[in-house]
């Protein structure tokens, strides 16, 4: 079996990259066509850059890094997904996917590093300079016998974003994550790039995606992304105004109603750790857990 050789993804590896990372991560929801998409037109504003790992004509490795522009932290540069297939570990791969991603951040300036190691990949992380810093729960839901429609109390209204102006949406998106629990904040979600990866992703399911109305505002909203019978609740949240009144628990049940009416049969999603009150919401809903990762962080001087 031949070393593999790292270079850049190409928009025709995007079903090998999907196969690939369906069986490393088999709860990430991440269609050919929205991956296909990100290699041909990049985000907006993130110098983004993929590679791929070949070895055999076989893609078995992949990583991205870009430059995190949802944040006002300055200096932060991002590695996604780093990967590679579990026959062709221990053979330097990773270490070349990550000493490539590390250089183009260096060329965009970066000081800072975060991205995401599975537990027992923490090893491999900490030897490349990263420190684990939070937990990240991964969860399932069976929508085989779907939740039912919720019904909405006096004075709140369940709207489908279909239904909705894409900056109305963002609105509220941008809002209520604001305080996302993570190692920067997410504080400066521009319309342009939230445009790109979420409103004109070929993944988002805007009939099933649900916003919470109250006296005419939209103040919570619960986003759907999928890929055949799969589903991805992309983000649920609520204006800090109207938090306690279980808004995000209904839009989230009802945009899962919804995706199952149209298709969906499992749903997955993701929470820090400290993220109690929407692990809360979750649990009530029937998630049950299936993975974790951490959140690793580095300095590059």
């Known amino acids: 079996m031949s070393a593999a050789e790292i270079r850049p993804a190409r928009p025709d590896d995007a079903p090998a990259v999907v196969a690939l990372r369906a069986l490393v991560f088999p709860y990430l929801v991440r269609g050919v066509e929205p991956t296909r998409r990100m290699i041909a037109e990049p985000p907006p504003g993130e110098d983004w850059a993929a590679w791929v790992a070949e070895a055999d004509g076989e893609v078995v490795g992949w990583a991205s890094a870009y430059r995190n522009t949802q944040t006002s932290t300055p200096g932060v540069g991002m590695i996604s997904l780093l990967h590679v297939h579990p026959e062709h570990r221990r053979r330097g791969t990773g270490t070349t996917l990550i000493d490539t991603a590390l250089g183009h951040l260096l060329t965009l300036g970066s000081t800072e590093v975060l991205t995401y190691a599975h537990t027992e990949s923490l090893p491999f992380a900490q030897r490349h300079g990263f420190t684990p810093s939070r937990e990240v729960r991964y969860s399932a839901l069976d929508l085989s016998t779907p939740p039912p429609m919720p019904q909405a109390p006096p004075g709140v209204r369940l ?44 993944g988002l399911d805007r009939e099933a995606s649900t916003l919470a109305e109250v006296d005419g505002e939209l103040v919570a909203l619960s986003l759907v992304q999928r890929d055949g019978e799969r589903m991805w609740s992309d983000f649920t949240g ?64």
């Open 159 to 202: 709207v489908s974003a279909a239904a909705l102006d894409p900056r109305q949406v963002h609105r509220v998106d941008a809002e209520a994550s604001r305080d996302e629990p993570g190692d920067v904040p997410t504080d400066s979600l521009g319309f342009d790039l939230w445009r790109y990866e979420c409103w004109d992703n070929p």
């Open 238 to 301: 609520t204006l800090p105004a109207y938090r306690g009144r279980g808004l995000a628990r209904l839009a989230k049940q009802a945009a899962l109603h919804r995706a199952a009416a149209r298709g969906a049969r499992t749903a997955y999603t993701s929470n820090h750790e400290v993220n109690a009150p929407m692990l809360a919401i979750n649990e009530r809903l029937g998630y049950r857990p299936v993975d974790s990762q951490w959140s690793c962080r580095r300095t590059l001087s």
